[in-house]
């Protein structure tokens, strides 16, 4: 994995396949945070792309992302 930080709220991360050195899945965690209040964090957000294999082994071109997901985690408020 390779990991990146965007500062202030943001984590990207590339799954690399070792063998070959590709990168087979992106993804970014992301904090939606209310600056106008009192700083708490209303949300994670989770985006994730797979990345399919190239259909010609010899050209990169040919990747193309196979799968998405997008998550988002809220906490749970006390009076539900």
Do not use: C
Not at 14 to 42: F, H, Q, W
């Amino acid at each position: 994995m390779v990991i990146t930080e965007l500062d202030p709220d943001t984590i990207l991360i590339n799954e690399v396949d070792k063998t070959s050195g590709r990168i087979v899945m992106t993804s970014s965690l992301s904090l939606v945070t209310d600056y106008t209040a009192d700083n708490s964090v209303l949300q994670l957000i989770q985006v994730s792309h797979e990345v399919a294999a190239p259909k010609n082994a010899a050209s990169a071109k040919d990747n193309i992302i196979e799968g998405h997901q997008v998550w988002r985690f809220r906490r749970k408020d006390s009076r539900q």
